[in-house]
Each structure stands twice: as structure tokens, then as C-alpha cells.
């Protein structure tokens, strides 16, 4: 091997200045454009969406479709509920923030604490989905207003019985594993932090993807839920 | 950061990019690589017994228009023992559907993307490796699963895909193919994609941030910018087809109607289908040619001796096919009933594309206008190649045009279109590459008459083969047809067809040219020297042949374009008509035109 074999070396990379990218390494570059590509395949979805509703006569069969046309009734989707997730996910997207701002000044301890807020959040979002879903909350969310919350499939939203459901449950089951993904993605990345095997690079990287799924959800939010039928 | 590359910048690009230790374990150095080039290598070996297996199945398809419905010779009993050799009506969908899909994403794919973006790029922009090597070698793993899907999909009860290789429902849903093949088939083209985002992500990251230093964006070669371009493409659009995809396994495994409508029981919209599968589709047909004209820019320019003409142009006039590739996909659709005022905007920016086209062309010729041509393998396959496009891109024209594309859509017409424009095309350019770079790749020379008799074989072969095919199809002939000849308005085009077949026989056998020299040139070839082709780009100049495992042990350092041929300075001082990118030439003169190159340092 040569004499540039001195030139190995595992750490960090420290990128030269260029006067185009200045010191932006390839590992964020690689998710930009990784983002860029898994925007259009969100894209795709929210398309086919699009065309669907647009090409239908009714979106959901609530009461006075189902009087009319006898479908079989379908729930609203709880919009008050989805909000307080889309305010967990904004929160998420602020620690995020707030963890590499601190790591870039020196202070890994509090990197490793709002990191692990992030996580904690995107739990939270994960865990209101599948109530939403499921109602696997459902002693506690009774517990909360008193109300009956069993799920939207117990309540008659059915994958495959109409568009407004199967679309519902496509897109939003597909951010949610983009969710998923984030939260076993920024664990590794905070246990690699722990370990000193991480730096400001890796947790921008992460940061990048982070506010993507945040971004989209913003969008999914305002398609599926708020866009009155 | 304007100003001269200083030694320092150079210093630190040394730096940027780690010298992996050559792997000594078998698995590590033949199976799981992570070495571009060894890549490059599982890529071609994997694309070529793809192209062997489409290209049989081609051979049936031109068969059974020849002949429909008789045993098929040599094989029919072996293939289809049921019917004493003869293609059955759902056998000869699965075979002209898994054909296209094979060719296209299984066959061609790998070879120009997957090989030639793999083995060109780091080489030819100075780098090590790629920006992510590991990502590289779960590419191809990936797209080896693909593959397998692809076989698997053989093997279930009524076969693979049936529905055409543009899958449309209601023939692709459970209602049309009902067997596990589709679905498959289907599945191979989601996980393919997969496989071909993550090299996309991994090429446009390299050459965005691995060049080396003084390699500025107009000194890349034309083929890097190809490879380059068309990766943008497919991080783009490949997603859009996995969407579309997923929503038809949907619909045929787990209840949905996205695409269902009518018997086939749903409120869904098949067109939906069609939007998402030519949203993509037409980017796809641009990612399967933007390499070939970067090759064919760069060959012109090797072997007629002379700088590429307008070399600028030629990269501007890619770029604005790139994004225009991106808005015409409607001109696929003219007939599903869409709004003439769409139809029309669709029309109009397709034939806007010609003008870039144009632009490429005339490049092409001014390049070798009085140039010396050596008229090398690599020359004649990309001459061929020019060919070829040319009579494919114009007859592009008329099917853009709403008018006479109602009159020629869903004929053999437009197969024949597109198998000059894209099939030929590729192949042609393909070829040429795999010449031009298998004494990089395997370190011997390939034999050039055998190389030849290919280029003749398959030049002759395919324009005569996809000509005659527009020439029925502009007679009446519908594509895809079982039997065209039981309509007696085409028994009149049976000759044609037979004739045709006859030049696909010719055109497979002259392809044993090709098996030969490949598999002789590789164990007994004569070995090739680091530059056989007196070319000036990175990988002759500053690599063995073939390449150490980390490439370069240091970084080069960039002075020119790639294209510097029969300048009269260095004719006379170094006695030959080219020079290298990264020879120092005149230390002066090089470091006064380092202001303009710093910016990649
Ligand atoms: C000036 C250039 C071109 C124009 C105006 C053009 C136009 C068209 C049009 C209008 C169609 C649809 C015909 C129909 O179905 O009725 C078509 C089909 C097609 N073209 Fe082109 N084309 C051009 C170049 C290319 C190139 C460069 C490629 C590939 C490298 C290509 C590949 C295809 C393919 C694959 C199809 C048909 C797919 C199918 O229906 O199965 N075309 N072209
Ligand atoms: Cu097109």
C-alpha cells in the first residue's frame, strides 16, 4: 500500500471548503436527494388520492349519505385528536433543533437530552396513531374526557371498503412508517452519540430526515383530515 | 472560494476519501464487495443472462408472428410439451410482457446503469470509490433479489405476468391475470426499484462531492454526465412507480379498488393507473438513452481525433431533455379520452424536444465532420448507435403529433419507435461501452474483427427488424396480437412479418460474435496496456488496467476537459494527438487556468 495509506482514517471527515457546497459532506448531500426521491413516492399516493376524490360522488359515508344512499356508515376523522399529534410532531421537530444547535456548541449532554426527547415524542405520535387506528388507548383516553374512543376500524372505517378509507389507511399508515423508521433511525444515532461515535454531521443527517416526516405530516394533515368533505 | 487550487486544497482532497484495505476473503472480495468496480462486474455478468433470457423470449414472440400458432423449432417440445411446441394464446401474453419487462428493468438497467454508472463514474471523476459504498453493494444485493423474483414468477401455477409491460389494469388486476406471476413480477419491480434509487442517490452524491480537484463540471466527460443525469431522473420517478405498484398489489392481494372499475368490481379509475405509470414511464424511456449520449459524445469526440463540438451545448441540450423529459408524459395517453387542451399542451412540449435533440445531433456530426476517424469497435457501435436514435427520434415526431398518433397508437408502429429509440439505442451504445472499457475492466483486449461482425450483425439486424416493424404497423398492425393474420385486412402482411423474423434469427445468431469474443477475450485475451485507445480521461491515464483496488494511491489532479485531441501545441511538444486530463502541460499556463478550476478543489 502506498505512502497515502497514512490517509486512512475512520474518524469524521472533514470536508475542504468548495465554493459551491463549502463543507457539506456526502452523507447530507445523500439525504437530500434520498428525501427529494421519497417525496415523490409521497407524491404518488397523495396523487392517487387526489384523482380518487375527485373522482368520487361523496368522501366518507356519514349520516346523511348513508340515509340516502344506504352505504354503511363510515366515522369522521377526529380532527381535534390528529391536531394534538400534528403539535407533538412540531415539537419533536423543535428538539430536534434545539439537540444539534447544542451538540454544535460543545454540549453533548444536552444534545443526548433533547435527542432523546425527539424520540420520546415521535413515540407519542406512534402511540396516538394506533389509538387512532386501533383505540389501544382507549381506558385512557376515556379516563381523559369521559368520551367512547374504540378506534376508527371498530367504528366502521374499513381498508378496502371504500377510497375514503383505503386511501386514509394507505397514506397515513405510510408516514407512520416513515415515523417508525425516524425513531429507530434517531436511536441509533443517540446511542452513537453516547458512544462518541457520532458528531454534528450525523445528527443534522438525522435532523434532515426528521423534519421531512414532520413536513409531509403537515401535508397529509391538511389533505386527508382538514379538507372538509 | 475563487482563486487558485493551492497545494493545500489538493492536500486536502487526498484526505477526503479513505483507502479501504483490498479485502483478502473470498466472500468479501467476490461476493459482498464494496468495491465499485467489482460491482460494476456483478452488474454486467447479471445484466448479460438477463439479456440472453429477453432475448429469447423475443425470439418466440417473432416466431409466433411468422408462424402463429405451429411448433416452434428446436425448443417447442422442451418449452411447451403440452401443446407439442406450439405458444398457446396466454403463453404469448406472459411472453411478450416479460420480455419488455426483462429487457427494460432486468437487462438494460443493470448494464448501463448498474455497470457502466458504477465502473465510470469514481474512475473517470478521479474518486476512490463511491460516496457509499456499502449502500452500493446492498444495491446490487437488492437487485439480485429482484432478479430472483423475476424467475420465481416463472415458476408458479399459470405463469408470470400477462399483462403487458406497462401493466395496465384491468388486465393487470386478479380479474385479468389471476395467477401469482403478476404479482410477482410486480413485487421484482418494486424491490428493482428500490435497488435503483439507492445507486441513483449513491452517483449523484459521488459526482456532486468526489470529483477531483480541477475536475469542474464541464470537464467531466459526456458520460459521466450522462450516468449523472439520468440518476436525477431516477431518484425522481422510480418512486412514482413504486406507488403505483404497491396500489396495484393492493388492489389484487389486499381488497383495495384503486384501479378497479366496472366487471372488475370497484368505483376505482384504471387511468389513475395510466398517470402514474407514464408520470414515470416517460422519464424512463430519457434515463434509458442520457447515458448513451453521454457515451456517444465522448466516443465521437476519442475517434475522430477532435474536441467534442460545442461540448456545452451537448450538456445543456441534455439537461433541458432531463427536465422536459419530466412534462410530456401525457402524449402516452392521447387516446384515453383526455381533454383535447391537454392533449395539445402535451403535444407541444414534445415536440419541443426535438430542438435539444437536434442540438445533440448536429454536435454529433460536427464532431466527426473532418475528423480522423478510427474507425475502433467502440466508434462503430457508437456510429450505429446515432443511426438508430435518429430514425427512432424522428418517428417520434409523427407519433407526438394527436393527429396521425390516433391512426398509429397501439401499433406496431410504435414498437418499432421505440425499439430504435430505446432498445436499439441502448443496446448499440451499450455495446460500444462494454468495448471501449472491458480492457479497463478485465485488463485484456477484445478481439475487433469478432467485435465487427457483432456491430454489423446487430446494426443491419435491428434497423431492419424495427424498420419493417413500423413499416406494418404504418400498414395496419396492431401491436400485440396473437394471430394477426386471422384479420383478413393483414394477411397481406404475413411476408413482411416472416421476413422480419428471418432478420431477428440473423440478428440473435450474430450475436454468438459477441458470446465468443467475451468469454475468449476474458481467460486468453492479449493483455491490454493502462492506455489502448490513446484516450485522455482519467481512468486510461492514471490507472492500470485493470485499476488498483483503491484506484488512484494519490488523488489526480485535474487540468482540462476530457476531450483534448489534435491540439497543435501539444502535437508538437509531446509528439502525439492527445493529452490527459491531469497531465501538467505547461505549469504556467495550467496554473493561470486553475482561477476558473479552483471551484471543485
Ligand atoms: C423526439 C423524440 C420522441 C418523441 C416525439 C416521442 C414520442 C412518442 C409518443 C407520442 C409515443 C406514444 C405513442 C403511442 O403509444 O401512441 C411514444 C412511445 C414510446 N416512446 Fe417515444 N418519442 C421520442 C423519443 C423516444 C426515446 C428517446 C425513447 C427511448 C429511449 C422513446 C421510447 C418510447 C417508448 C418506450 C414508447 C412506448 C411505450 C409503449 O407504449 O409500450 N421515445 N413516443
Ligand atoms: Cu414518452
Redesign the interface.
Known sequence: MSADAAAHHDGPMVYPDDRLYAKTTAGKIGMWIFLLSDGFSFSGLLLGYGILRGGSDYWGCFKEQAAELGCALEPAFGINFTALLTFILICSSVTMVISHSALESGDKKGALKYLGLTIMFGLMFLCGQAQEYFGTFEYFMHAVDGGHHPGLIAEGLVFGSTHYATTFYCITAFHGLHVTSGVIYLSLVWRALYLDKADANTVEIVGLFWHFVDLVWILVFTFIYLIPS | ??GVMTPA?IE?????Q????TPKSFVKHYVFSIDHKYIAKQFLWAGLLFLFFGGMLAMLIRWQWAYPGEAVPVVGNLLFPDTQGAITPPTYNTIFTTHGLIMIFFAITPIMIGCFGNFCIPLMIGARDM??PW?NLLSFWIFALSQALVLASFCVELGSAAAGWTTYPPLASQVGTPGLGQSLMVLALFVTGVST?MG???Y???V???RAPGMTWFRMPGTVWGLWLTSILN??????????G??LL?DRH?????FLTGAAGG???PI?FQ??FW?FGHPEVYILILPIWGFVIDFMSFFARKPAYWFRGSIYAMITVTVLSAVVYGHHMFVTGMSPLLGQAFMLLTLVISVPAEILFLNWLHTIWKGSIRLTVPMLFGLGTIFVFGLGGLTGIYLGTISTDLYLHDTMFVVGHFHLTMASAAFLGSFGALYLWFPKMYGRLMNPFLGKVHFWFSTVGLTLVFGFQMLAGYAGQQRRLYDPFQYSYLEGLQDLNRFTTYCAFALAIGQLAFVYNFFYSLFAGKRASQNPWELGTIEWTDCASPPVHHNF??IPVVYRGPHEYNHPEVLEKLGRDWIGQTEEFDPAADAATSDEV????
Open positions: 472560494m475563487q486544497d486536502a482532497a487526498q484526505h477526503l479513505h483507502i479501504h484495505e460516496a457509499f449502500l434509487i441513483a442517490i449513491n449523484i452524491t459521488t456532486i462531492r468526489f431518484a425522481l420517478f422510480v418512486p412514482v412507480l413504486g406507488s403505483a404497491l396500489m393492493f389486499f381488497g383495495t379498488q384503486f368505483t376505482g379509475d389513475l398517470h402514474l408520470i494511491d494519490r479552483a471551484a471543485t478543489a
